[in-house]
């Protein structure tokens, strides 16, 4: 249970200060772009410090899921995974509702130019994190300095970039949470399938990058 509570608890987090974020650039409008996109690199960084060596610090259903893809985790784990995912980010989301009730959105990934361009962005930037994920982490687990450097890095500046497009999910229980917590499912289906999709591409990209001493993907 320990890998599951702690991908309870690394989600929980994630969604916490990075959606927080967004809801407190609400009410005090001077953390904005720059700031929502660290609080979210610096979470992640932050997590695969705490509990990369407990459960991998995947926070994310599309991670686990191209692991499990890759052949690096185990299958029959994957539900319990995205169970605990999904647990924690919700609980974050009514955490936010109970704190700021007043708020209409909780950190909504939503397009601001139409689902199509949405889709394709929330697919590339999900490829290019799991590319990264696959070539810092061993295993199934994102562990130590590099790993958390190079992937929160990667969200750091994913969300910088493309956050005010689209807000830069590539996690579908970082765009699932906010969604119940305020009843807004808005072109939601698009924050599930396309980080989905982007991180099951990455696995099979990957492997023809690989050099000839190297163990990733």
């Known amino acids: 249970m320990n890998k599951y509570l702690a991908e309870f608890i690394g989600t929980y987090a994630l969604l916490f200060f990075g959606t927080g974020a967004m809801v407190i650039n609400t009410i005090y409008p001077n953390i904005g772009v ?19 060596e407990t459960s991998g610090a995947h926070i994310n259903p ?12 185990d299958k029959k784990q994957v539900a319990p995974y995205i169970i ?27 397009p601001s130019d139409g689902w199509l361009q949405s889709f394709v962005l929330e697919f590339i930037l999900t490829f290019v994190l799991m590319f990264v994920i696959l070539k810092v982490s061993s295993g199934s687990k994102e562990t130590g300095t590099m790993a958390a450097i ?17 807000g830069a999910s590539m996690n579908p229980a970082r765009s ?29 990209v990957c492997p023809l990058t690989k050099s000839a001493d190297s163990e990733c993907c």
Do not use: C, H
Request: aromatic letters at 12%; hydrophobic letters at 65%; zero cysteines.
């Open 84 to 110: 605990a995912q999904l647990l924690g980010a919700i609980a974050a989301s009514y955490t936010l509702k109970l704190l700021f009730p007043d708020q209409l959105l909780y950190g909504n990934t939503l």
């Open 176 to 204: 699932i949470s906010p969604a119940i917590a305020s009843l807004n499912f808005q072109d939601l289906w698009l924050y599930i399938v396309a980080p989905i999709l982007g991180a099951i591409v990455a696995v099979i």
């Open 34 to 52: 720059l700031g929502i996109a660290i609080a979210f690199g610096v979470v992640v960084m932050a997590m695969i410090y705490t509990f990369g």
């Open 62 to 73: 599309a991670v686990t899921i191209g692991f499990a893809f890759a052949g690096r985790f």
């Open 150 to 166: 190079a992937i929160g890095g990667t969200v750091l500046i994913e969300a910088l970039v493309f956050g005010p497009i689209t």
